[in-house]
């Protein structure tokens, strides 16, 4: 790690399939980055993005289409949204949203990157 520059790297249980993890990346610049993975909303997630500088999380399905998220153990928008929201950070952090939809629900572009703002859309 000291080749890299990095303080950390470690991974975390997500809600999704077995064996599915998140990613924490700390930086000895002081920096944190963590990845979700694909998951629902969870406490693991939480947990490590507190002081995060950058969450990467996954928002396969849009808005309204929440009881299929949970049924194929994915986060909506507003999921991901919600958790950058609740997790503050570095100060606060921005969120990327990667969205790679499972079904076919109408969408036109493949992500989004929102800036922390609880009323980002």
């Known amino acids: 790690m000291d080749a ?3 303080a950390s790297l470690h991974t975390f249980p997500v ?3 077995r064996h599915s993890y998140g990613l ?8 944190k980055v963590v990845f979700s993975g694909d998951t629902r909303p969870c406490a693991a997630v939480e947990e490590a993005a507190q002081g995060a500088t950058l969450l990467v999380h996954e928002a396969t399905f849009e808005d309204g289409l929440e009881d299929e998220a949970v049924t194929k153990r994915h986060s909506t928008v507003s999921d991901a949204v919600a ?10 952090p921005p969120l990327f949203n990667t969205s790679n939809p499972v079904s076919t629900p109408p969408m036109t572009h493949t992500g989004w ?6 009323d980002p859309l």
């Open 4 to 6: 890299l520059d990095l």
């Open 24 to 31: 924490s990346v700390q930086g000895n610049a002081g920096w």
């Open 15 to 17: 809600v999704h399939c």
């Open 83 to 92: 958790t950058g929201t609740k997790v503050g950070g570095h100060p606060k």
């Open 113 to 118: 990157v929102l800036p922390h703002n609880p």
